[in-house]
């Protein structure tokens, strides 16, 4: 059974940085695309950033710039893919979901939450003054 697991987020200053990761234990598909969303209180689920498996990527507008998404894969077939956030801000406080599924591309757009198949089991993110 695919599983992916989250690292623990955390409670960061404004302003300040964090980097989350998520390993996937054994990704069966020949290509992937994975996925961070997040879903602040209140709010819908948003896609934040995806990268493909030829590391393609696509960032939602209020992160670009500031997020970066990256993978590292392993002969093994385990993949982990990161998160890095910069220059936090009050709006990035959200609960951060990973994803993955079949491959599609990104380039144009982060594919919908329907396309995944596999979803981490959430991670927290504060942003504090």
């Known amino acids: 059974e695919v599983q992916l697991v989250e690292s623990e987020g955390g409670s960061v200053q404004i302003g300040g940085s964090l980097n989350v990761s998520c390993i996937i234990s054994?990704?069966?598909?020949?290509?992937?695309?994975l996925a961070w969303y997040r879903r602040a209180p209140g709010k819908e689920r948003e896609g934040v950033a995806a990268?493909?498996?030829?590391?393609?990527?696509?960032?939602?507008p209020s992160v670009k710039g500031r997020f970066t998404i990256s993978q590292d894969r392993q002969d093994s077939g385990k993949i982990t893919f990161y998160l890095l956030m910069r220059n936090l801000q009050f709006e990035d406080t959200a609960m951060y979901y990973c994803a993955a599924g079949p491959y599609i591309p990104v380039t144009k757009v982060i594919p919908p939450p329907s396309w995944y198949n596999y979803w981490g089991q959430g991670t927290q993110v504060t942003v504090s003054s």
């Open positions: 054994e990704l069966r598909y020949p290509g992937y695309t």
């Open positions: 990268i493909d498996k030829d590391g393609h990527t696509n960032y939602a």
